[in-house]
């Protein structure tokens, strides 16, 4: 009942930029926070950034200063602008939205995208 498309991702040069986009769809009552998530080579996933409805917003130590998170589209949209890029960022970035709720149901659900690959190299 809900879908997120993911979008975005590719090879980049350190230092390059890249702008994800998570664009969900379906019967969407109301969604809590939309985030983005990265797991890199060998490594357990973690979060890079989220933003709530009221668009505060979280950011990992190790990205803040270089990304920025924002919403669009009444929120059903999450942009994560990727600047000043480095080799430790290339990851699979999955798209995340915390707290659904959707129309009929009541039960709070979080929806996970399949992954946008992330690559930064020389």
């Known amino acids: 009942q809900v879908q997120l498309e993911e979008s975005g991702g590719g090879l980049v040069q350190p230092g390059g930029s890249l702008r994800l986009s998570c664009a969900a769809s379906?019967?969407?009552?109301?969604?809590?926070?939309m985030g983005w998530y990265r797991q890199p080579p060998g490594k357990k996933r973690e979060l890079v950034a989220s933003?709530?409805?009221?668009?505060?917003?979280t950011y990992a130590d190790s990205v803040k200063g270089r990304f920025t998170i924002s919403r669009v589209n009444a929120n059903n949209t999450a942009d994560l602008q990727m600047d000043s890029l480095k080799p430790d960022d290339t990851a699979v970035y999955y798209c995340?939205?915390?707290?659904?709720?959707?129309?009929?149901?009541?039960?709070?659900?979080?929806?996970w995208g399949q992954g946008t690959q992330v690559t930064v190299s020389s």
């Open positions: 379906g019967n969407i009552f109301s969604i809590n926070a």
């Open positions: 995340n939205l915390e707290g659904v709720v959707t129309v009929g149901h009541w039960a709070l659900r979080d929806y």
């Open positions: 933003i709530t409805f009221r668009g505060s917003t």
